[in-house]
């Protein structure tokens, strides 16, 4: 059974540091791996999504990557900003099933 | 494009009354699907549907029904609702299995 781990389960750091948030999974029989951000109250967000014959996907000032063979994902966020503040969602699609597998969550605040 | 959107936002409901949560979506997405989300829990499939008229369970179906008889709509039915299913309802959808999905801004539901 595919398990989604991210730890840590909270984060505080101050405006401008660059951080990594981190997801392992269990099985490596994933087809995709998906990063989401979720505000308070609120629905999720799409970050990036690596399918799994790719090492690392790019948005802005958020780099992803992928190591299926360690089950390993980092989210790197750079420069980061109060607006970054959410919790963090990493998701894997295991091969043949059709529901995507959830983490806890990070939950990141960062400080003016 | 609304996107993803869900009806209604928040509900309250009693031990064993009913009630058909909404989800619409325009982008023309073959696949949608039903997660609920609780603390310590993660987010979890209940239903999902690969087409007009098709439906099938994820991993926490019971309890709850669902309908796709159109593209845009999949509608979530609790027949009997327990205080077990006092959750936050999130609806998604995806073009295919393989893309990322899209949620919904999510329904807030408590069983008393």
């Known amino acids: 059974k595919q398990e989604v781990t991210q730890i840590p389960a909270a984060l505080s750091v101050p405006e401008g540091e660059n951080l990594v948030l981190n997801c392992s999974f269990t099985?490596?029989?994933?087809?995709?791996l998906q990063w989401f951000r979720q505000d308070p109250g609120k629905g999720l967000t799409s970050l990036l999504l690596?399918?799994?014959?790719?090492r690392e996907q790019t948005s802005g000032r958020l780099n992803a990557s992928l190591d299926k063979s360690s089950g390993r994902s980092t989210l790197y966020i750079a420069a980061s900003q109060p607006g970054d503040s959410a919790t963090y969602l990493c998701?894997?699609?295991?091969?043949?099933?059709?529901?995507?597998?959830f983490g806890k969550g990070t939950k990141l605040t960062v400080n003016p | 494009n609304a996107g993803v959107t869900q009806t209604p936002k928040f509900r309250v409901l009693k031990t064993g009354q009913s009630m058909t949560l909404l989800c619409a979506q325009d982008m023309n997405h073959e696949y949608m699907y039903w997660y609920r989300q609780d603390p310590g829990m993660g987010l979890r499939l209940i239903h999902y549907?690969?087409?007009?008229?098709?439906?099938a369970k994820g991993e926490v179906p019971d309890g709850y029904n669902v309908s796709r008889l159109k593209k845009q709509n999949f509608l979530l039915g609790l027949e009997s609702a327990a205080p077990s299913q006092t959750s936050v309802y999130f609806c998604a959808s995806s073009y295919n299995p393989g893309v990322e999905q899209f949620f919904g801004p999510g329904t807030r539901l408590t069983v008393l």
């Open positions: 549907s690969v087409g007009e008229g098709t439906t």
């Open positions: 690596i399918q799994s014959s790719q």
């Open positions: 099985d490596s029989a994933i087809y995709n």
């Open positions: 998701a894997v699609k295991p091969g043949g099933s059709e529901k995507l597998v």
